[in-house]
């Protein structure tokens, strides 16, 4: 009889073993939330490189627990990689079974040196300006969720 | 001998010269090599164009590419109506395929009577005041968006950026782990940056996309519009306008290249759910519309 149950608990432990994917948050920032919907409130957020196991899907949003935190939520797959991604040659994974090909370096190629170094050459260029476009105009969830309710519209 | 084997020198062929090939009409083991052919080419394709490019590496030529755009425009800075072509932007992002990229999406009006609208790869969309001024509601407005963020999602900016820039990046930073960049190395990247800025503000701002890109991201905005609940039909009457335009353009959502009425006969079979302009996004849409 308690083979039979070690048995059982070993069919049912090893598929959900087999089917945490450890995935890559690929955006400078995100947040995980307490739906599949950007109308959901914000759980935790989670920045470039760090690392989220993914539970369950629906549609295009992914039921994830972050690594760093501890905590889940919901995230929209296009936030994520199925890359590891390495921030600096000194950085650990915390998923040691990924692959050299599966890793993407940060900060490769054109990063944040490179337009500094551009900016120097090119000084009659605003980058001030293109900081506040980021940053100055952006709407909050709540009034994104009043806008497109007064305009029918779908969030 | 296994007759695959005979489609093996092609298939080198092709890998070898890395360019679209044409392959003889022939077909071997039931496998044309015109299928042979296409799969090929798409892959090739692709190799081509999305290269290496991280978001993180198109988040930043987007914003060196934003930054030679207002080289020759001005941010429009009324807040109020920037906040709003923003909460209209962000409305349509969450609702399109791709709604998380590297840094946002991000919108800003320029000052200009120029009709047109430029979408930056990394995230960065503008639209002139002259543009707004034409549109006659929000979904009008919401069209013009649409049709950037489909040209961003598609990649259209990003692979305006000649092979040759990628082969010299990838040749510099070669497979090895991050480190810090020597002078030289630095140098030589920047030098590569600039390159790149330069194809895709000079397809931006000066020759536009190709037939193909335009009428992809024109079909893929009526997706974008469907899904966020605007009128599909607001696309077709924003293109109608622009053809009645006595000035022709090639870039931006203004382009001409395709004929507008060419732009407009594609999209025709594709606007089906025609949706309602609801009256209180028109209203809103006037007020903001005062400042503009």
Known sequence: MNVAKVFLAIALIIPALLSAETLSVQVKKSFLRSKPSFLGKTVVKVVYAQQVEKKSSKNDWYLVKSLKSGKSGWIHSSALSTKAIVLSSSDKLEDSSVTQGEILMAGKGFNKEVEQEYKKQNSSMNFSQIDAIEKDYSVSRTDLIKFANNGKLNI | ?292
């Open chain 2, 1 to 292: 001998m296994n007759q695959k084997i005979i489609l093996i020198p092609f298939i080198l062929l092709i890998l070898t010269s890395c360019k679209q090939v044409e392959l003889p009409d022939i077909e071997i083991a039931g496998i044309s090599s015109k299928d042979v052919e296409k799969a090929l080419n798409t892959g090739i394709k692709i190799y081509n164009t999305a290269q290496d490019a991280t978001p993180e590496q198109e988040y930043y030529i987007g914003r060196s590419v934003a930054a030679s755009v207002l080289q020759k425009y001005k941010v429009y800075k009324k807040k109020d109506l920037n906040r709003y072509i923003n909460s209209v932007g962000t409305i349509l992002a969450v609702n399109s395929k791709q709604p998380e990229i590297f840094g946002g999406y991000h919108f800003a009006v320029l000052d200009s009577d120029e009709v047109n609208a430029f979408a930056t790869p990394g995230g960065i969309i503008f639209v002139t005041r002259g543009m707004l001024r034409i549109c006659n509601n929000e979904d009008e407005l919401a069209a013009v968006l649409a049709h950037e963020i489909a040209h961003i999602q598609l990649k259209h900016g990003i692979s305006s950026i000649k092979d040759s820039r990628w082969t010299s990046i990838a040749t510099l930073i070669g497979t090895e782990a991050v480190k810090k960049y020597s002078s030289k190395e630095l140098a030589s990247l920047t030098e590569s940056f600039e390159d790149s800025i330069g194809d895709v503000v000079n397809t931006l701002v000066v020759n536009g996309y190709s037939r193909e890109y335009e009428l992809q991201a024109d079909e893929y905005a009526v997706d974008i519009l469907n899904k966020s609940g605007y009128s599909q039909k607001a696309i077709i009457s924003m293109l109608q306008k622009m053809s009645k335009r006595l000035q022709n353009d090639n870039r931006g959502f203004a382009s001409t290249h395709p004929e507008t009425s060419e732009r407009i006969d594609a999209l025709d079979s594709k606007v089906k759910k025609v949706g309602t302009i609801q009256k209180n996004r028109t209203n809103r849409f006037k007020t903001y519309m005062k400042n503009a």
